[in-house]
C-alpha cells in the first residue's frame, strides 16, 4: 500500500462502500473501546474511562456524525459544485479509522489507572497525538475530495467547520456529563436545594461534615474505594468504585483539572426522614460545581449529585 493511501483513500473508497466499511470500523472502536475502558469525547481528547458498549457506541456515534453534519453543511455552503450526503457520510466514517487502531494498542497495559499515573499518562499522550493529527488529515482530505474543495479555500473552510464541529461536541459532552445523578431509591425524594434559599442551615456536625471532608480529600488522591465505604447498601450495588472513576475522570475530561473545594462555604439542609443533604462547592479549571451529598440518618451515604453552580 502506498503511503498517500493513509492519508488519503477517498479517491478510491467513497461512498455507500466508504460508509460501511466505517460504521464497521466505528462498531469495532466502541466495542474495543468499552473493553478496555478508552472513551472518546470528541476527536480531540480521550481518556481511560470505565463504561460499557452502549455508551462507547453513542459517543464513538456523535463523534463521527457531528463532525460529519458540519463538513457538510460547509460543503453545501462553500463549495461550487454539487455534493452527495452519501460522499461526505462514508468518507468522514472511515476517517475515524486511526482510533480502532488506538484502542487496539491500548489492550496492552499502557493505559493509565488514574489521572495521577503520571508515566502511563505521558505515553497515552505520545500515542494519541500522532493518532489525532492523523484523524485530521483524513478529515481533511474526506472534506477535499467529496465536497470538491482544495487549496487555501479548502483548507480555511476545513478548519473552520472542524473547530465548530469540536465546540458542538463539547457542549452536547458537557450536557450529558455535567448532570450526574447517582442515588438510591430513598434519595430520589431529594428535593433541587436552591441556594439562595433563607432556610439554608450551616451546622458544625462533625460527624457529616467530616466525612464530607473525606469523601473530597478521597476524589483528589483518586482513592475511589475510600469513598465506597461510606455508602449505603443501594449505593455500592448502583455505583461502584469504578463508576465513580468514571464520573470524576468524565468531569476533569469536561471542565479541567480540579483545583480546590471551598470546605468554608459547606451547606447542610436538614431533609425528611432524619435524611441530611450536604452541598460543597468545588472549583475546576473552567467550570464552579456543586457536590450534592445525601446522608441517611444513620450516616451512610444515600446520593451522589454533582450539577453546575447557580
Same mark, same amino acid.
Given at each position: 500500500m502506498k503511503i498517500k493511501y493513509l492519508i488519503n483513500p477517498f479517491e478510491r473508497i467513497a461512498g455507500w462502500q466508504a460508509l460501511v466499511i466505517?460504521?464497521?470500523?466505528?462498531a469495532l472502536t466502541a466495542l474495543f473501546g468499552s473493553m478496555n475502558s478508552i472513551f472518546f469525547t470528541g476527536t480531540m481528547q480521550v481518556g481511560p474511562i470505565k463504561h460499557n458498549f452502549v455508551q462507547a457506541i453513542v459517543s464513538q456515534t456523535l463523534n463521527w456524525f457531528?463532525?460529519?453534519?458540519?463538513?457538510?453543511?460547509?460543503? !453545501?455552503?462553500?463549495?461550487?459544485? /454539487?455534493?452527495? !450526503?452519501?460522499?461526505?457520510?462514508? *468518507? *468522514?466514517?472511515?476517517a475515524c479509522a486511526p482510533l480502532l487502531l488506538m484502542v487496539i494498542i491500548y489492550f496492552l497495559p499502557i493505559a493509565p489507572a488514574s489521572l495521577y499515573d503520571i508515566p502511563r499518562v505521558?505515553?497515552? *499522550?505520545?500515542?494519541?497525538?500522532?493518532?489525532?493529527?492523523?484523524?485530521?488529515?483524513?478529515?481533511?482530505?474526506?472534506?477535499? !475530495?467529496?465536497?470538491?474543495? /482544495?487549496?487555501?479555500?479548502?483548507?480555511? *473552510?476545513?478548519?473552520?467547520?472542524?473547530?465548530?464541529?469540536? !465546540?458542538?461536541? $463539547?457542549?452536547?459532552?458537557?450536557?450529558?456529563?455535567?448532570? $450526574?445523578f447517582f442515588n438510591s431509591p430513598v434519595s430520589n425524594n431529594t428535593p433541587e436545594i436552591n441556594m439562595n434559599e433563607s432556610a439554608v442551615i450551616v451546622t458544625d456536625s462533625l460527624t457529616i461534615r467530616k466525612k464530607t471532608e473525606k469523601v473530597i480529600h478521597a476524589f483528589e488522591r483518586g482513592d475511589f474505594d475510600a469513598i465506597t465505604?461510606?455508602?449505603?447498601?443501594?449505593?455500592?450495588?448502583?455505583?461502584?468504585?469504578?463508576?465513580? /472513576?468514571?464520573?470524576?475522570?468524565q468531569l476533569t475530561m469536561v471542565f479541567g483539572a480540579f483545583q480546590k473545594a471551598d470546605f468554608n462555604n459547606i451547606k447542610?439542609?436538614?431533609? /425528611?426522614?432524619?435524611?441530611t443533604v450536604v452541598i460543597v462547592p468545588l472549583s475546576f479549571e473552567k467550570e464552579a460545581l456543586n457536590l450534592q451529598i445525601t446522608f441517611n440518618k444513620d450516616g451512610t451515604i444515600a446520593g451522589l449529585y454533582i450539577k453546575p453552580a447557580k
Open positions: 466505517g460504521v464497521i470500523i466505528i457531528i463532525p460529519f453534519l458540519i463538513l457538510w453543511l460547509a460543503g !453545501v455552503c462553500f463549495s461550487k459544485t /454539487k455534493i452527495r !450526503v452519501i460522499d461526505v457520510a462514508g *468518507t *468522514t466514517s472511515l505521558i505515553i497515552m *499522550t505520545l500515542i494519541y497525538i500522532p493518532t489525532a493529527i492523523w484523524v485530521i488529515a483524513l478529515m481533511y482530505n474526506a472534506f477535499s !475530495v467529496s465536497c470538491h474543495m /482544495k487549496g487555501s479555500r479548502g483548507i480555511i *473552510t476545513f478548519i473552520g467547520a472542524f473547530i465548530i464541529a469540536e !465546540v458542538l461536541l $463539547l457542549i452536547i459532552y458537557y450536557f450529558l456529563m455535567s448532570y $450526574l465505604v461510606y455508602f449505603d447498601a443501594t449505593m455500592k450495588k448502583g455505583l461502584p468504585a469504578s463508576g465513580l /472513576k468514571m464520573v470524576w475522570l447542610e439542609f436538614p431533609h /425528611k426522614d432524619n435524611m
